[in-house]
């Protein structure tokens, strides 16, 4: 039916060419479908005095602009959006919103303010208030305006959702608790499922945490969050082949993830390491910039040939690419001690321990140092 309704509103364009109206009410049907590449090619070519006179088009373009993360775009669209409709409420927090995704951080605030100064009863931008004051560090601020809103609003599926993120930031695990399962009761939500999985994982309740996320997923198996967010639970209680099992499935619906490809590379590699290999060769052709995927490809490359010289050369530019990263460092540093070359490796662990001597990986490469033979290079 719904593809019915874009064929006929398509027909009646065509019929009717002149018609502004049919021109909104198709873009809205494009939006709504999700289908953003046509609704760009329908509002590009259209007059200034159409757009002045159907401002919902400039709106829509630039939320799919924003997207698709052309922002200047999208801040264009809103610009004149709101120039347009200067008393519109959506529309200052639509500008505010591409504003502060740019890094506009004081004129992202005077437009959210705007916003609640043009209508009070707005609650996109009444939530927006609250966050923009916890991001600015003004948690004092956040927790009053959060009070007024609960007052205002009541306890709205949005209104719990937020107070029960606010509470998560403080550390009140418990109030986070009861407002973000309050929140999911009302209206379930892939990002509140998300909060109340954290909220229950750092009380320890893990099954109950566990059981939040397969919620999520019975509701929507595809929704990558939850997906990343269950395969990283289940690595971090030490079950890498349930998380294995996740990455995989990941990579039946979107099989360019990185992150899964990378990780499945690398929990194969007892299974399978050709396969292993060729997961993180697929992740690296796509993240060539990323240090984590040449590490992982540098590795596994390592444990089928421990001489290879392109390993060696993976893990120097992935050192080059996080310099910070001890543990990329760290597995430089074993890649030089099983190819016998003590002094790179000792040069490479003192450096880890005199950067950060409390870390796991500088007591791990003191550790080291201690075993290293005087010479053998």
Known sequence: KVGEGTALLREALEKSPESALIRVALAQNYFDTGKYSQLLTLTSNISESELAAHPVLLALRGKVNLSRNEQILAQEDFKTYLSLLPESAHAHF??????????????ARKQLESAVNVDSTYLPARLGMVKMHVHQNELKLAETKMKKLKQDFGETPAVLALDGWLALGKGDLIS?????????????????????????????EYERAFSVLNAGLLQSPDELALLEELAAAHL???????????????????PNHVLALNNTAWLSREQNL???????????????????????????LSLKDVGSRRALDLLQEAIKMAPSDQGIQLHYAELLVQRE???????????????????????QAAGTLKNLPDSGD
């Open 236 to 254: 971090a209680r030490g079950e890498d082949g349930e998380g294995l099992k996740i990455y995989r499935s990941i990579l039946d619906t979107y």
């Open 94 to 107: 639509l500008y505010a919103d591409v504003l502060a995704r740019r890094g506009k951080k004081q004129e």
């Open 341 to 363: 070359m003590y002094t790179q490796a000792r040069n490479v662990l003192k450096a880890i321990v005199v950067g950060s001597p409390d870390s796991p990986a500088a007591i």
């Open 274 to 300: 050709g396969e292993a290999i060729a997961y993180a060769e697929r992740a690296r052709e796509i993240a060539p910039g990323a240090a984590s995927v040449a590490d992982t490809l540098a590795m596994l």
């Open 176 to 204: 986070a608790e009861k407002s973000l399962s309050a929140a999911i009761k009302l209206t379930p939500s892939s990002e509140v499922s998300l909060l109340l999985f954290r909220s229950l994982w750092l009380q320890g």
